[in-house]
């Protein structure tokens, strides 16, 4: 197997490029929106009425890094759904403890409270949590950690 060394996030290459979310959160900075790019699960863009569903390797760009594709594709689901907790659980394969342990180091993202003593994931968030675990076990050096990955999906969309 060999291993592939991904470009750099950010505007390095071109320094008219607007910076990525991720570059934006290590700088400190409001992230911009992100564009919108194809889904690796079901979701409903703005523009369309239709749930689209298409595979993360026909979205894969030379232009743009995969982290932000992931972070655009979470950003473009108008209609998610919520996940409870034993979903999450099955999706990331991972223990209750290990999942709540992540959200409190910044490594799995938040659940979003829908009431007093509940709370549900975004899918469109869990899976892009898996899919960038997969990139981070996969590629030599991917130019992010998950922390970073984490903060900059869960940054408000300006």
Request: with cysteine; proline share 8%.
């Amino acid at each position: 197997m060999t291993q592939t060394t991904l470009p750099a996030t950010g505007a390095a290459a071109n320094p008219k490029q607007p910076l990525s979310p991720i570059a934006q959160i290590r700088c400190r900075q409001q992230p911009l929106p992100a564009n919108t790019g194809g889904s690796s699960h079901a979701c409903v863009l703005p523009d369309s009425a239709a749930t689209t569903r298409t595979t993360a390797s026909a979205a894969s760009s030379a232009n743009a890094p995969l982290l932000d594709q992931l972070i655009a594709r979470v950003r473009a689901c108008v209609r998610d759904r919520y996940l409870k907790e034993q979903e999450v659980l099955a999706i990331a394969c991972r223990s209750k403890a290990a999942v709540r342990r992540d959200v409190s180091l910044g490594r799995f993202p938040s659940p979003v409270k829908t009431g007093i003593k509940s709370s549900r994931w975004r899918e469109s968030e869990v899976m892009a949590w898996v899919e960038a675990t997969t990139i981070l076990s996969r590629v030599a050096n991917p130019g992010f950690s998950m922390e970073e990955f984490v903060s900059a999906m869960s940054a408000p969309a300006i």
